[in-house]
């Protein structure tokens, strides 16, 4: 477990040393020094350790010219056109581990998404919007940056390869790419003459010499007073949902089923499905509490493939009291070869890798939407108990932060955006069940706004202005659950575009925030809800308004979504999250996590059918970049009552931080908008 931060307030601290000589006010003006007061201002102890060890290696330009000549030589034994390096693990995580970012040290590009595909000449880099701009700064002159959904451009790696190929050889390992997406690109690339081919090995394996090893990091257990549910019938369910699958019969025949007909079990490779279905956590991937593993249920064995190093004896008398069989991690190739379940089918989810369709060859498996998944995403009342706690806490850190933040600000002192986020996460490192970050901070001011997933690094982060919003995207692993939350804030007075694009996306929040709608509704159905006010201004974004989360489990969690098609249901959990990102200048986004809920109406037609919305998310908005006019009275009043609510809710938790409850408390009385001007351009800000 980490440690956390001793208290700070008993004795002075030294002095603070800005990391700029040049304050944000005039050069002639005295910095104030920097002691202690009523919050954590200051960094002693552990704290004070970890900012000073926290050392970054300067970031340059990887020359891939050597790598890139090492894979064309595997390419050219194997007579390929193409090879294609995925961003995806074996498991198809959206978050890999160090040594499954063989896309990264292949290409340089260190983005999240993103797909590198090496010819006998050239070599790409295709990845979405979010990312252009870092990828032009992080690859070298060997790669072309390709924009995946650029206007009149490729929909997508699959598009823009399909495009090229002609009478072409292309090789991808199989075990990264998933048998939805195989299946697809096959069907595509047979019309073009070409097809893909699996070499045995992973050519990137071959030539990364200086490979990561795989964590070996022990799996722990996760307890019934957080799960709410015992792993033994979690098993049951999916049991009784593998018996319930009729037979996989031909349409046309009129025969009784055989044996090899029948579904006799499914083989789980997700890995927050595995963790969540057997009550188990790990820390093989950075901000996701994971292990590496299969699973394999039948309805009368269940077989974990997990390396034994990373077994305790509290996790072995926990697997043996579920009848558990344990088989080393790569055995599941074996089993699956000598089909050690005897005879039937095996029920996978498309998001399998190709490798285990291949193996275990169409006979013997039917491809089914993750059931799984759907279990996941429905949280019990103690899950969402535990989200409720947990946005509470770290709703208090937020508070406690933001306070510090502007005070600093106001006091002139220089904050990088680096600064600011790193003070955060050890406001959030004091809270009780902390676990670790659920992603990598998003702290934002002025142009790197306009990116979505920016993330400052310590050499390169900017100054946090006056004159542009500051955006910070962030959230903490708490063991009663994981927690995401984005707020957009103005240190000075803002602009009158920002004020009336800020204004557009608070009115697209609270759309969706307030809405009642009928079972049955999908979270696309909703989507138009959140940017309808933003169109009338012939404003948008290109991100989805929101996805589902895990109850210490991955940030972003389906099959719900405002971008799917999945009906949303009591117990889902999704975030709520429009913005506007101006190019170049400034950008904007304010996040809440929302729990779906059965509602009361007026009404009641068709009965009880009535959803809503319950925010879990505990942290003001602020209203100084809001337009008050345009806002309709229910929306003034939404607001208000939502600063109010975040007042009584967090005030409990702030009693020790004198700063913080007064911040608090401003926030919630605060008139919407800011002051205009008053004779002569005067401007007097109340604070």
């Known amino acids: 477990m980490l440690e956390r931060s001793p208290s700070v307030d008993s004795e002075r601290p030294p002095l603070y040393k800005s990391p700029t000589r040049t304050s944000s006010r005039s050069s002639g003006s005295k910095r104030p020094p920097f002691y202690s007061n009523d919050s954590a201002s ?17 970031k340059e330009k990887v020359d891939t010219t050597e790598r890139l000549d090492e894979i064309r030589k595997l390419m050219a034994k194997e007579k390929l056109d193409y090879y294609v390096v995925p961003s995806e693990d074996p498991h198809q995580s959206e978050y890999v581990a160090a040594g499954d970012k063989r896309r990264s040290w292949i290409s340089g590009f260190t983005g999240s998404a993103g797909q590198a595909i090496i010819s006998k000449t050239a070599a790409y880099l295709v990845t979405d919007s979010r990312y252009w701009l870092q990828a032009r700064n992080e690859l070298d002159s060997n790669w072309h940056l390709i924009p ?60 990364w010499k200086e490979k990561p090893l795989r964590s ?7 307890s019934l007073e957080f799960t709410g549910r015992e792993a033994s019938t979690k098993i049951a369910e999916v049991r009784a949902w ?5 037979p996989a019969v031909p349409s046309y025949s009129k025969a009784a089923p055989t044996p090899a007909q029948m579904h006799i079990g499914t083989l789980i490779t997700s890995l927050s499905s595995i963790a969540w279905l ?47 069989e344990r088989k080393e991690y790569n055995d599941i190739w074996a089993f699956l070869r000598r089909r050690e379940w005897g005879e039937g089918k095996v029920l996978i989810s498309p998001e399998t890798s190709y490798a285990i369709s291949l193996m275990l060859t169409h006979f013997r498996y039917t491809v089914m939407p993750s059931f799984i998944d759907n279990m996941k995403a429905i949280k019990n009342e103690v899950e969402l108990e535990g989200l409720r706690r947990a946005y509470l806490r770290d709703g208090a850190a ?60 310590k050499s390169g982060a900017r100054m946090i202005d006056r004159d542009t919003p500051y955006l910070n995207d962030s959230g903490g692993q708490y ?92 117990g889902h959990v999704i975030t709520n999250e429009p913005g506007f990102y101006l190019e170049g200048r400034w950008g904007m986004r304010i996040e809440s996590a929302l729990a779906i809920r059965r509602v009361k109406t007026k009404g009641e037609f068709n009965g009880d059918v009535w959803l809503g919305f319950e925010r879990l998310t505990c942290v003001p908005i602020q209203t100084r970049m809001v337009k008050e006019s345009m806002l309709t009275k229910e929306e003034k009043q939404w607001l208000k009552d939502h600063n109010k609510k975040c007042l009584e809710r967090l005030e409990p938790h702030l009693k020790e931080d004198k700063r913080a409850l007064k911040w608090l408390k401003r926030e919630s009385e605060r008139s919407i908008g800011i002051a205009a001007p008053g004779p002569g351009g005067i401007t007097i800000d109340w604070d």
């Not at 593998?242 to 009729?246: L, T």
Request: charged letters at 20%.
């Open 42 to 58: 200051t960094l002693v102890g552990s704290a004070y350790e970890r900012k000073i060890n926290d050392v970054e290696s300067i």
């Open 148 to 207: 995946g959904g650029a206007v009149d451009g490729p929909k997508d790696w699959i598009d823009w390869l399909v495009d090229r190929a002609k009478d072409s050889k292309i090789g991808i390992d199989a075990r990264m790419i998933s048998h939805e997406k195989a299946t697809l690109l096959n069907a595509q690339l047979n019309k073009k003459n070409s097809k893909l081919i699996y070499p045995p090995q992973n050519f990137i394996d071959m030539v």
């Open 216 to 222: 070996k990091e022990p799996v722990f257990i996760q």
């Open 242 to 246: 593998i018996q319930a699958e009729p």
């Open 278 to 324: 057997l009550n188990l956590r790990g820390s093989d991937i950075p901000f996701n509490p994971l292990f590496y593993a299969y699973l394999f249920i039948s309805l009368d064995r269940v077989v974990l493939f997990l390396d034994p190093v990373k077994l305790t004896d509290e996790v072995e008398d926990h697997l043996r009291a579920l009848n558990i």
């Open 398 to 457: 937020y508070v406690r932060w933001l306070a510090w933040l502007e005070h600093k600000i106001q006091q002139g002192y220089d904050i990088t955006e680096y600064e600011a986020a790193w003070r955060l996460t050890e406001y959030r490192r004091q809270n009780k069940h902390y676990w670790g970050l659920a992603y990598e901070n998003i702290s934002a001011s002025g142009p790197n706004a306009a990116l979505p997933h920016y993330s400052p690094t």
């Open 479 to 570: 063991r009663d659950g994981t927690c995401d939350t984005t707020r957009t804030v103005h240190f000075g007075r803002p602009s009158v575009d920002q004020s009336e694009a800020y204004t557009r996306v608070l009115q697209g929040h609270i759309a969706i925030d307030s809405a009642v709608f009928p079972e049955g509704t999908t979270g696309s159905q909703l989507d138009v809800l959140a940017r309808r006010a933003l169109w009338k201004d012939g404003l948008n974004y290109m991100h989805g308004t929101g996805h589902g989360f895990g109850s210490f489990l991955n940030v972003h969690e389906g099959p719900h979504g405002f971008s799917s098609s999945v009906a949303l249901v009591p």
